[in-house]
């Protein structure tokens, strides 16, 4: 069974840095994708970063690039995701999901496209105060 635990979340002001974790376990780590997402009030779910296991390649949301990194470690089963020059927008809960790399996403196909069947973790709430 996928069991995912996300981690990290706080207050954190405008500017500021934040480490979300996300802890996985019940499956060959290797062999997936991990993706984080969020929800803010009243938004749609939307993609922030995935990594896939299988080759480390990254990707992310126009959003949070060149501000978030995704990173891994697989001797710990953790997925990191640090979150520099935060803005208030950033604010919302934070989930980590993990899919299997099989089919289309073992090829060049982004982990954050639509149609994937995550399994989902418990989110952690991020605050950006302005």
């Known amino acids: 069974e996928v069991q995912l635990q996300a981690s990290g979340g706080g207050l954190v002001q405008a500017g500021g840095s934040l480490r979300l974790s996300c802890t996985a376990s019940?499956?060959?780590?290797?062999?997936?994708?991990i993706g984080w997402f969020r929800q803010a009030p009243g938004k749609k779910r939307e993609g922030v970063s995935c990594?896939?296991?299988?080759?480390?390649?990254?990707y992310y949301a126009d959003s949070v690039k060149g501000r978030f990194t995704i990173s891994s470690d697989n001797a710990k089963n953790t997925v990191y995701l640090q979150m520099n020059k935060l803005k208030p927008e950033d604010t919302a809960v934070y989930y980590c999901?993990?899919?299997?790399?099989?089919?289309?996403?073992?090829?060049?196909?982004?982990?954050?496209?639509?149609?994937?069947?995550?399994?989902w973790g418990k989110g952690t709430l991020v605050t950006v105060s302005s």
């Open positions: 990594i896939k296991g299988t080759d480390d390649s990254t």
């Open positions: 019940g499956f060959i780590f290797d062999d997936y994708a």
């Open positions: 999901a993990a899919i299997r790399v099989a089919g289309r996403l073992k090829r060049s196909v982004s982990c954050l496209s639509s149609g994937m069947n995550y399994s």
